[in-house]
């Protein structure tokens, strides 16, 4: 899909809730492009992971960008610092909004000096929320997922990142640590009566919202619905009560 035919399939009006963010976890470009084009008007922030970003997906963030979209790029960043610090500098020569880094303090460190001065939000993962207190201790941690991601959303709000990614279910208790300001991405989130597949720790889109989520992750209940934009639209007028 080119730049032209992004812009054609959803004329933006300013209006749409850019707390939703759907995810592209999808094995094509071509699959991703048609998945934005039956969303349509409903969605106009989308998360590129691993598994787009393989197959052409930094392309496909650059042409959504280019047609008035919003781009979560899901890369969880975690390296030596230098290693770190270069990779974010090409992400914000990219011009995308949301970056995702492993909650380490160095890594962190690294990623907001080299994305200073800049609009990138970068969002510290905490724990991912298809853990739970079992694979932690297989891991080889001693501590909690809830105990864990509050000492990593502290580590976050030190270094000066812009967010956190959490389960909706931790986020009360990190939004009493962060602040007001810093935003709460939540993956993870279920429809009542939806399938929770390989999730752990899920919530619905109102109660999320309600716990302190700034923004909410939804794959699979719109991404496998029969129709997206509908699923997308009834989440949004979930959404909407708060």
């Known amino acids: ?9 959803s004329p933006f009006t300013g209006t749409i809730d850019p707390r ?3 995810a ?3 094995p094509t470009v071509a699959a991703a492009e048609a998945l934005v084009a039956r969303i349509d008007n409903e969605a106009v922030f989308f998360k590129i992971g691993y598994q787009l970003a393989f197959a052409g997906g930094l392309s496909l963030a650059r042409d959504l960008k280019a047609s008035g979209r919003k781009v979560f790029l899901d890369m969880k960043l975690l390296d030596i610092d230098n290693t770190v610090a270069r990779g974010v500098e090409n992400v914000v020569r ?9 909650a380490y303090p160095k890594a962190m460190g690294a990623a907001v000096e080299a994305a ?9 993962v905490t724990v991912l929320t298809s853990m739970d207190a079992d694979d932690l201790v297989e891991a080889g941690y001693a501590c909690s997922p809830e105990q864990l991601v509050l000492r990593r959303a502290a580590q976050a709000r030190d ?16 939004r009493a640590v962060i602040g007001p300001d810093m935003a709460i991405v939540t993956p ?14 899920v ?10 989520a700034s923004h909410l992750v939804v794959g699979r209940p719109v991404s496998a619905a029969v129709d997206p934009a509908a699923a997308a639209r009834a989440i949004r007028l979930e959404m909407a009560q708060f």
């Open 20 to 22: 939703l963010i759907v």
């Open 94 to 102: 990219m011009g995308v909004d949301m970056l995702t880094i492993h």
């Open 1 to 9: 899909m080119t730049n032209a035919a992004l812009e054609r399939s």
């Open 116 to 124: 200073r001065g800049s609009s990138l939000c970068l969002l510290g």
């Open 188 to 201: 993870g989130i279920r429809p009542a009566g939806s399938d929770h597949g390989d999730q752990k720790r």
């Open 203 to 212: 919530m619905t889109p109102a109660l999320a919202l309600a716990a302190g």
């Open 159 to 174: 270094a000066g990142m812009g967010g956190i990614v959490c389960a909706a279910a931790e986020a009360r208790a990190v």
């Open 24 to 26: 592209l976890d999808v």
